[in-house]
């Protein structure tokens, strides 16, 4: 992973761009081909998939004007040319995303075969490679399987507040009794499972399935197991842990805890042999389970422990003899509708090498692992049988060098390995993960050594689609902390912390954060999901929770959290272009207006909100919030102007979703609150808002709520508080850092926002890479502040910071009116202070570039557009005469044009390629 985070002084200043002009060529191949935008998946629920692909070429200004899909039920098929299922003819259109499947009904277990062709202005191009996708189980009449548990507790369990339930081993044998063609499992193991068949592991997953309210929806995930199947007896077998379903705490705060009961599986395998016979395994009555395997207990926030000397030889292989175990139960549903997972699973995503291994006192060691992580470590160990090996988890060291646990709460975070003690050991545990740096190891047999455990990084497979790095070394580390902390927080759902009592997904964490997060990590299915979990959780009246899933029943009615619902939807249209979201959750999110409007607006002005501008750096070290009035900026101006700014979002969904009706009550309603607004918290003599805070004054900056002529007087009251008052520091808290640093740049004070983004005293990002963090605190002060709320992975404080990072330092920014990067907006703040930035990202449409130098008084600003895209560049220049292209004068082309000169830059559209702007000498 390379970071880079560059920006530059202005300056009179060349701009170079590198091109192909030396290697023509007109091959465009279709790259990236993907449905729902995913590869290859199988089992899916959507009954018209949407199919995207990429256009590659080293040609510059590719740009496709039709496409011909096919989509076959066979190869075989496909490969003749034969679209049995859909063939779409030639389209004339540059949409190149999101082509809803148009042919024949598509019903379950359906198998389907596509490819595209593509046409450009040169010409007609060859076929891509065949793609595939597989129908899930569309009915639920197509689901025989019968959900299967132990609902029961063990003389070793606890199902206390601090609850320990041992794992579940499911078993049974079947027969294949002919040749075998297909065979597809079904799977939906709550709250985790592991599938084994003849005693191999299904699949590379880990904490699978992804979480859900459960009294709401069930995922499934869909196996291909045919080369795992043999002809005869065959075992297949699954274990499952708590996950969310059996909650962390049990018995405690009922009004608080969301817990479902004990673990249950609904399992179907389907097999076709070559003679068209068909046979079905299912869950049910029929099946042997135990509750005495290796392990014992298994809790997200406590540990796993797992006794090797309670292994069980044999047990998921035919041969076993399971006529002692018990008979498996037929247990409740759990409630919700089964559909499958269209989200990629967890995976290991990465391994770390520890960097070293301390002795701190007598059998204890303390192993640092050079980076706050999230996931778990293996162990390699050799020992005598029955000798426990405990490890516990920490994010830092007290100073005699202990684990600092301060901060983790009622957490225990402790796994024990107890050893077989036949030959050297390997062992991580199965259904939980852990938030670390530090992991004190007691009582290993022998030396441990850095040799003999791995650190395995867990989190929902995505890929990194960003890259950033600059001359700035601190923007680069806070770059690289931001990236440990959103991956750490990805499980399925975006978390707020990987390793206290809490992991829980707060929805105001994420209101812009999602969008940063989306230039790093390809993000759009996880926060697709999560907008359905959201819409899950709102309640018959229209409340929207704080948490969703509602794991903890948190329905404060605020506008700053639950507004989060619509910032995502919004996000997903802009980064990739995917309107669907908005489509499908927009009864949702007008019910939920209505029901704020209805319950707490009180001539206008919202009165109701729960956390103010959360966060905000206290006026003494040691506190968590602020107690200093002038440092809070007033809750209903918060929740007004955020009201607002939704009342601005779902005009533009109504639109975008067909509901035009409904944008004349939602812009007259928004001019009424907008009047109440100015009236109750505008000062008209001083130009400000409220008692001034940085927050109070930029929201409605960034709404739009400013009286005409009044923006310039409003904004320099925030340059004012925060240069003079706050001497050149940060002073707002979650709401108002999440229209901080793109606002300062809009309104002509990059130089401030590098100055936020690049010192290293407190307060700033800086100055918790300054004190050794590796992530993201949950705090300013998050080193001296009360343990009681102090996570060290936490990325609700970045607010806009990454969003600024690739647009306003990278220049990489889509346009609103065509998103999803179908036209490129590149405008870099070249500001003081950077002499370099490098950024790229792999958007829908393909990778984009943009990477400048700056030297003296001239500027070089590579760049890459992707095919099938076009990019505006703001070239800081005199006049156009003064901007070469690799090293010559740019003549007005197809593929450069000359737009206008526009505040001190000269503005070209330029169409897909590479290519070297300079400016200067």
């Given at each position: 992973?390379?970071f880079?985070s560059?920006?530059?002084?202005?300056c009179?200043?060349?701009i170079?761009?590198?091109?192909?002009?030396d290697k023509?060529?007109?091959?465009?191949?279709?790259?990236?081909?993907r449905?729902?935008?995913l590869?290859?998946p199988?089992?899916?629920?959507?009954?018209?998939?949407r199919?995207?692909?990429?256009?590659?070429?080293d040609?510059?200004?590719?740009?496709?004007?039709?496409?011909?899909v096919?989509?076959?039920?066979?190869?075989?098929?496909?490969?003749?040319?034969?679209g049995d299922?859909?063939?779409?003819?030639k389209?004339s259109?540059n949409q190149?995303i999101?082509?809803?499947y148009?042919?024949?009904?598509l019903h379950?277990r359906?198998?389907?075969?596509w490819?595209v062709?593509t046409?450009?202005?040169?010409?007609e191009?060859?076929?891509?490679?065949a793609?595939h996708?597989s129908?899930?189980?569309?009915?639920?009449?197509?689901?025989?399987?019968?959900w299967?548990?132990?609902d029961?507790a063990?003389?070793?369990?606890?199902?206390?507040?601090?609850?320990r339930?041992?794992?579940?081993?499911?078993?049974?044998?079947?027969?294949?009794?002919?040749?075998l063609q297909k065979?597809?499992?079904?799977?939906s193991?709550?709250g985790?499972?592991e599938?084994?068949?003849?005693?191999?592991k299904?699949?590379?997953?880990?904490?699978?399935?992804?979480?859900?309210?459960?009294?709401?929806?069930?995922?499934?995930n869909?196996?291909?197991?045919?080369?795992n199947?043999?002809?005869?007896?065959n075992?297949?077998?699954?274990?499952?842990?708590?996950?969310?379903?059996f909650?962390?705490?049990?018995n405690?705060?009922?009004?608080?805890?969301h817990?479902f009961?004990?673990p249950?599986?609904?399992?179907?395998?389907?097999?076709v042999?070559?003679?068209g016979?068909?046979q079905?395994?299912?869950?049910?009555?029929?099946?042997?389970v135990?509750?005495?395997?290796?392990?014992?207990?298994n809790?997200?926030?406590?540990?796993?422990?797992?006794?090797?000397?309670?292994e069980?030889?044999?047990?998921n292989?035919?041969?076993f003899?399971?006529?002692k175990?018990?008979?498996?139960?037929?247990v409740?549903a759990?409630?919700?509708?089964?559909?499958s997972?269209?989200?990629?699973?967890m995976?290991?995503?990465?391994?770390l090498?520890?960097?070293?291994v301390k002795?701190?006192?007598?059998?204890?060691v303390i192993m640092?692992?050079?980076?706050?992580?999230a996931?778990?470590?293996?162990?390699?160990?050799?020992?005598d049988?029955?000798?426990?090996?405990?490890?516990?988890?920490?994010?830092?060291?007290?100073?005699?060098?202990?684990l600092y646990?301060?901060n983790l709460r009622?957490?225990l975070?402790?796994?024990?390995?107890?050893?077989r003690?036949?030959?050297?050991?390997?062992?991580a545990?199965?259904?939980?993960?852990?938030?670390?740096?530090?992991?004190?190891i007691t009582?290993?047999?022998?030396?441990a050594?850095?040799?003999?455990?791995v650190?395995e990084?867990?989190y929902?497979?995505?890929?990194t689609t960003?890259?950033f790095?600059t001359?700035?070394r601190?923007?680069?580390?806070?770059?690289?902390?931001?990236?440990?902390?959103?991956r750490?927080?990805?499980?399925?759902?975006?978390?707020d912390c990987?390793q206290?009592?809490?992991?829980q997904?707060?929805?105001?964490?994420?209101?812009?954060?999602?969008?940063?997060?989306?230039f790093?990590?390809d993000?759009?299915?996880?926060?697709?999901?999560w907008l359905?979990?959201i819409?899950?959780?709102?309640?018959?009246?229209g409340?929207?929770?704080d948490?969703?899933?509602?794991?903890?029943?948190?329905?404060?009615?605020n506008?700053t959290?639950?507004?989060?619902?619509l910032?995502?939807?919004n996000?997903l249209?802009?980064q990739?272009?995917?309107?669907?979201?908005?489509?499908?959750?927009?009864?949702?999110?007008?019910?939920?207006?209505?029901?704020?409007?209805g319950k707490?607006?009180?001539?206008?002005?919202?009165?109701?909100d729960?956390?103010?501008d959360?966060c905000?750096?206290?006026e003494?070290?040691?506190?968590?919030?602020s107690k200093?009035?002038?440092?809070i900026?007033?809750p209903?101006?918060?929740?007004?102007?955020?009201?607002?700014?939704m009342?601005?979002?779902?005009?533009?969904?109504?639109?975008?979703?067909?509901?035009?009706?409904?944008?004349?009550?939602?812009?007259a309603?928004?001019?009424k609150?907008k009047?109440?607004?100015q009236?109750?918290?505008?000062?008209?003599?001083?130009k400000?808002?409220s008692?001034n805070t940085?927050?109070?004054?930029?929201?409605?900056?960034?709404?739009?709520m400013?009286?005409?002529?009044?923006?310039?007087?409003?904004?320099q009251?925030?340059?004012?508080k925060?240069m003079?008052?706050?001497?050149?520091?940060?002073?707002?808290?979650?709401?108002g850092t999440?229209?901080?640093?793109r606002?300062?740049?809009?309104?002509?004070?990059?130089?401030?926002?590098f100055?936020?983004a690049?010192?290293?005293?407190?307060?700033?990002?800086g100055?918790?890479a300054e004190n050794?963090?590796?992530?993201?605190?949950?705090?300013?002060n998050?080193?001296t502040?009360?343990?009681?709320?102090?996570s060290q992975?936490?990325?609700?404080?970045?607010?806009?910071?990454?969003?600024?990072y690739?647009?306003?330092l990278?220049g990489i920014k889509?346009s609103?009116?065509?998103?999803g990067?179908?036209?490129?907006?590149?405008?870099?703040?070249f500001?003081?202070?950077?002499?370099?930035?490098?950024?790229?990202?792999?958007?829908v449409?393909?990778?984009i570039?943009?990477?400048?130098?700056?030297?003296?008084?001239s500027?070089?600003?590579?760049?890459?557009?992707?095919?099938?895209?076009?990019?505006?560049?703001?070239?800081?220049?005199?006049?156009?005469?003064?901007v070469?292209?690799?090293?010559?004068?740019?003549p007005?082309?197809?593929?450069v044009?000359?737009?206008?000169?526009?505040?001190?830059?000269?503005?070209?559209?330029?169409?897909?390629?590479?290519?070297?702007?300079?400016?200067g000498?």
């Amino acid at each position: 992973m390379k970071f880079t985070s560059p920006i530059i002084a202005l300056c009179v200043v060349a701009i170079t761009f590198t091109s192909f002009r030396d290697k023509p060529s007109t091959a465009v191949q279709l790259v990236n081909l993907r449905t729902e935008m995913l590869t290859n998946p199988l089992g899916i629920d959507t009954r018209k998939p949407r199919l995207s692909w990429e256009l590659a070429s080293d040609q510059r200004g590719v740009e496709q004007v039709a496409y011909n899909v096919l989509v076959a039920s066979s190869p075989s098929k496909l490969a003749a040319n034969e679209g049995d299922l859909w063939n779409s003819g030639k389209v004339s259109s540059n949409q190149s995303i999101h082509i809803s499947y148009n042919g024949k009904p598509l019903h379950s277990r359906a198998e389907c075969y596509w490819k595209v062709k593509t046409w450009t202005k040169t010409g007609e191009n060859e076929w891509s490679s065949a793609q595939h996708w597989s129908m899930g189980l569309l009915e639920k009449t197509d689901w025989q399987a019968k959900w299967t548990g132990l609902d029961k507790a063990f003389p070793w369990d606890s199902v206390t507040k601090m609850s320990r339930l041992s794992a579940r081993y499911f078993r049974k044998n079947f027969t294949a009794p002919k040749q075998l063609q297909k065979a597809t499992v079904y799977i939906s193991g709550l709250g985790l499972y592991e599938l084994y068949i003849n005693g191999q592991k299904i699949g590379d997953q880990v904490l699978a399935p992804a979480p859900t309210d459960y009294s709401q929806s069930l995922l499934y995930n869909t196996f291909d197991v045919t080369n795992n199947i043999k002809t005869g007896t065959n075992a297949i077998a699954t274990v499952l842990g708590n996950g969310r379903f059996f909650a962390m705490r049990q018995n405690y705060k009922p009004q608080k805890w969301h817990t479902f009961g004990y673990p249950k599986m609904l399992l179907q395998l389907e097999m076709v042999f070559t003679d068209g016979s068909k046979q079905t395994v299912i869950s049910d009555g029929s099946w042997k389970v135990t509750a005495d395997g290796p392990i014992r207990t298994n809790n997200e926030y406590d540990g796993e422990e797992y006794d090797a000397t309670k292994e069980i030889p044999n047990w998921n292989y035919p041969i076993f003899d399971d006529r002692k175990w018990l008979d498996a139960q037929l247990v409740k549903a759990p409630g919700g509708r089964v559909v499958s997972q269209m989200t990629p699973p967890m995976k290991v995503m990465e391994t770390l090498k520890p960097v070293s291994v301390k002795q701190l006192r007598g059998d204890t060691v303390i192993m640092d692992m050079g980076q706050n992580m999230a996931g778990w470590v293996r162990m390699k160990v050799k020992g005598d049988r029955g000798r426990k090996v405990t490890l516990r988890f920490a994010e830092s060291l007290t100073p005699d060098g202990g684990l600092y646990t301060a901060n983790l709460r009622d957490a225990l975070v402790t796994d024990v390995y107890t050893l077989r003690g036949i030959g050297e050991e390997t062992w991580a545990p199965s259904f939980v993960y852990h938030g670390f740096r530090y992991v004190e190891i007691t009582n290993y047999p022998g030396k441990a050594g850095v040799g003999d455990f791995v650190g395995e990084v867990v989190y929902d497979q995505m890929q990194t689609t960003g890259t950033f790095e600059t001359s700035d070394r601190t923007i680069n580390q806070i770059h690289k902390n931001a990236y440990w902390g959103i991956r750490g927080n990805y499980k399925g759902m975006p978390i707020d912390c990987p390793q206290r009592n809490e992991r829980q997904p707060w929805l105001g964490d994420r209101a812009t954060g999602a969008y940063g997060e989306s230039f790093i990590f390809d993000n759009g299915k996880l926060y697709a999901k999560w907008l359905k979990d959201i819409q899950q959780s709102q309640t018959a009246e229209g409340s929207i929770p704080d948490v969703a899933p509602s794991f903890w029943f948190y329905y404060k009615d605020n506008v700053t959290w639950p507004g989060t619902y619509l910032m995502i939807a919004n996000m997903l249209y802009n980064q990739y272009g995917d309107k669907q979201p908005i489509i499908d959750h927009y009864a949702s999110m007008k019910k939920w207006m209505k029901y704020m409007q209805g319950k707490y607006m009180t001539n206008y002005i919202v009165t109701k909100d729960s956390y103010g501008d959360w966060c905000v750096p206290p006026e003494s070290p040691e506190l968590i919030h602020s107690k200093d009035s002038s440092r809070i900026t007033d809750p209903q101006l918060l929740a007004t102007a955020t009201y607002y700014h939704m009342l601005q979002l779902m005009q533009r969904f109504a639109t975008l979703s067909g509901q035009t009706a409904d944008v004349p009550g939602y812009a007259a309603l928004a001019e009424k609150v907008k009047a109440a607004f100015q009236k109750k918290f505008y000062n008209p003599e001083t130009k400000n808002y409220s008692n001034n805070t940085v927050t109070a004054n930029i929201l409605p900056l960034a709404f739009k709520m400013v009286p005409e002529g009044a923006d310039e007087a409003v904004f320099q009251h925030i340059v004012d508080k925060t240069m003079i008052e706050n001497k050149g520091h940060i002073s707002t808290g979650v709401i108002g850092t999440q229209w901080l640093m793109r606002w300062l740049t809009k309104y002509g004070r990059a130089d401030i926002a590098f100055r936020l983004a690049s010192i290293r005293d407190y307060p700033s990002w800086g100055y918790m890479a300054e004190n050794g963090a590796t992530t993201i605190w949950e705090l300013w002060n998050g080193n001296t502040a009360n343990p009681s709320m102090n996570s060290q992975n936490h990325v609700m404080l970045l607010g806009d910071l990454v969003v600024w990072y690739y647009e306003n330092l990278g220049g990489i920014k889509t346009s609103t009116e065509n998103p999803g990067f179908k036209v490129i907006e590149m405008k870099p703040s070249f500001v003081e202070g950077l002499t370099k930035v490098h950024a790229s990202y792999q958007s829908v449409h393909g990778l984009i570039k943009s990477e400048w130098n700056k030297t003296g008084s001239s500027l070089k600003w590579d760049i890459s557009v992707p095919g099938n895209a076009k990019a505006i560049v703001f070239i800081p220049a005199s006049s156009s005469a003064a901007v070469m292209e690799s090293g010559k004068a740019i003549p007005d082309t197809e593929t450069v044009k000359f737009l206008r000169m526009e505040a001190g830059n000269a503005v070209y559209e330029v169409g897909s390629g590479s290519y070297s702007f300079s400016t200067g000498k």
